[in-house]
């Protein structure tokens, strides 16, 4: 099966940009290294089509095989930003996580103020760790953006990542802890 590169950014909220959110889940898949998601609940779901309801979205910073500003044999580092639409149907989170951190916002916030935000703050630029890993360091560092907005509170941060330490003591082959660190980039012009 041929692959392609995948591309700095794929957004696919451009339909639901005006629509308040009214918390952030942050959760791990399972598997041999757990990778971490944030997922955001809309305030209110949105019926598409019988069995299909969009219950909110998903930032998913993760480490294609390819990527377009990848060059080389090594191992490709950049990530790749998934913004996409979660449904109720399929979950807007996994069941089989360890770890579900659910943060209230303290105002109103749309899914355009999260886009926005990534953005302005070029958090889409992004690669992991040659060690292996940085998804959860990068979600860590969203949401204390958050907080720095004032959108959050950052005790509720506070508690998931005792959450999170708790879990990866546990499973300490699958969760490294702290954070591996990834690091921001300018991109190639």
């Given at each position: 099966m041929e692959s392609y590169p995948e591309p700095v950014l794929d957004d696919r909220t451009s339909?639901?940009?005006?629509?308040?959110?009214?918390?952030?889940?942050?959760w791990c898949t399972s598997g041999n290294l757990h990778h971490w998601i944030s997922s955001y609940k809309l305030v209110d779901q949105i019926v598409v089509a019988p069995k299909q309801t969009i219950a909110?979205?998903?930032m998913n910073m993760h480490q294609p095989l390819e990527h377009e500003f990848h060059t080389g044999e090594e191992t490709n580092?950049?990530?790749?930003?998934h913004i996409h639409l979660r449904t109720a149907e399929k979950g807007l989170v996994s069941r089989r996580s360890g770890v579900l951190e659910e943060i209230k916002f303290l105002c109103t916030i749309t899914v355009r103020d999260i886009v926005d935000l990534v953005l302005a703050e070029r958090r889409q630029y992004y690669m992991f760790s040659p060690l292996g890993s940085g998804c959860l360091y990068w979600q860590l560092q969203l949401l204390r953006a958050y907080v720095s907005k004032g959108w959050i509170k950052g005790t509720d941060v506070d508690k998931a990542i005792g959450s999170i330490e708790k879990y990866a003591k546990e499973n300490e082959a699958k969760v490294p802890f702290p954070p591996v660190e990834g690091q921001f980039y300018d991109p190639p012009m």
């Open positions: 339909d639901i940009r005006d629509k308040p959110l009214s918390s952030v889940t942050i909110g979205i998903s580092l950049f990530g790749s930003l």
